[in-house]
């Protein structure tokens, strides 16, 4: 019955090896966001798509991208992760008309 | 640009206590959202409000959203230990378009004492 899916739940990569984490959703909304979240911090926006409309925060690093093929799925790619890196990153959802944002579990992100 | 005070940062309370949290802001909400957080998760929607003046209950919990749009609060009954989390409170104004971003608080972290 999961509606934001998020995979892996924990991922190792090494410093400067590209990573791509992703998240699905079964709710068929229209908006899906990526949140940075480091620890005792809240959740920080990095982008987010309306439909297919990218749009992307100002202080979002240029090593920060992301993809959305379909509705359904969508991906962060960070192209070379740096030890700051390391954080939680969460995808949520909403759907059109609808302020309610639903969170996946998130993916915790370690970079050796 | 917007900025969210939640309070208290932490609480260490003893089981069966009531518990109380609120935020406060510098600019008006059209939407206030109350999330919980446990170690090592995403947050999960606890209450969602919509309207000024609006008071909604979800089992143990009351939220309500103030009548200026600046504030809200989160009440929790009689606490058990699962209650144990971090407690986000996070506004939303609406502006047109596609841009529907929340502004999160810095979080509530309860601890309950069995």
């Known amino acids: 019955d999961a509606m934001v899916i998020q995979n892996p739940r924990y991922q190792v990569t090494q410093f400067g090896k590209p990573v791509t984490l992703s998240c699905s959703q079964t709710l068929n909304h229209n908006v899906m966001y990526w949140y940075q979240q480091k620890s005792s911090q809240a959740p920080k926006l990095l982008f987010h798509y309306y439909d297919k409309d990218f749009n992307n925060e100002a202080d979002t690093p240029d090593n920060f991208q992301s993809r959305r093929p379909n509705t359904s799925f969508c991906f962060l790619d960070i192209r070379s992760p740096g030890l700051g890196d390391a954080a939680m990153y969460l995808c949520?959802?909403?759907?059109?008309?609808?302020?309610?944002?639903?969170f996946g579990p998130g993916t915790r992100l370690l970079v050796l | 640009g917007q900025q969210l005070n939640q309070s208290p940062q932490s609480m260490f309370i003893q089981e069966g206590e009531d518990v109380s949290m609120n935020c406060t802001s510098s600019?008006?909400?059209?939407?206030w959202l109350w999330y919980k957080q446990d170690p090592g998760e995403g947050p999960v929607l606890l209450i969602a409000?919509?309207?000024?003046?609006e008071l909604t209950s979800n089992g143990r919990l009351t939220a309500q959203f103030g009548i200026t749009r600046k504030d809200s609060f989160l009440n929790i009954s009689a606490s058990i230990p699962s209650d144990v989390g971090i407690y986000f409170c996070a506004g939303q104004l609406s502006s047109g378009g596609s841009n529907y971003k929340l502004t999160f608080g810095k979080g509530t972290l309860l601890t309950v004492n069995p």
């Open positions: 600019s008006i909400f059209n939407t």
């Open positions: 409000l919509y309207k000024a003046g």
């Open positions: 949520a959802t909403r759907r059109r008309g609808v302020e309610t944002q639903y």
